[in-house]
């Protein structure tokens, strides 16, 4: 069975850091682009960041480059995403995604994880 499960969300001031985990069963991560999206109350969800499954390179939704970072884990089959210098407006849920390529349409990814929460607030 294929699964993603995210993990590591929380509350946490303005300015402080967050690393969400995307861990996988059923399948090995290392051969799929992994994305992340977000997703606040009311509004789409919209993407985040993605490691692509070629050459791992890496993309960012312009209001989080500089802040947040994506890796894979060595050999333990988890996709990270660091966020650091967190503000308010990146309060949302977080989904981890698995597909081919990297994309910004979340309709693009065929397997999803079931979300952690992520809420900076004073």
């Known amino acids: 069975q294929v699964q993603l499960v995210e993990s590591g969300g929380g509350l946490v001031q303005p300015g402080g850091s967050l690393r969400l985990s995307c861990a996988a069963s059923g399948f090995t991560l290392d051969y799929y682009a992994i994305g992340w999206f977000r997703q606040a109350p009311g509004k789409e969800r919209e993407g985040v960041s993605c490691?692509?499954?070629?050459?791992?390179?890496?993309y960012f939704r312009d209001s989080v480059k500089g802040r947040f970072t994506i890796s894979r884990g060595n050999a333990k089959n988890t996709v990270y995403l660091q966020m650091n210098s967190l503000k308010p407006e990146d309060t949302g849920v977080y989904y981890c995604?698995?597909?081919?390529?990297?994309?910004?349409?979340?309709?693009?990814?065929?397997?999803w994880g079931q979300g952690t929460k992520v809420t900076v607030s004073s």
């Open positions: 490691i692509s499954s070629s050459d791992d390179s890496t």
């Open positions: 995604a698995a597909d081919l390529y990297c994309s910004d349409y979340p309709g693009d990814y065929s397997s």
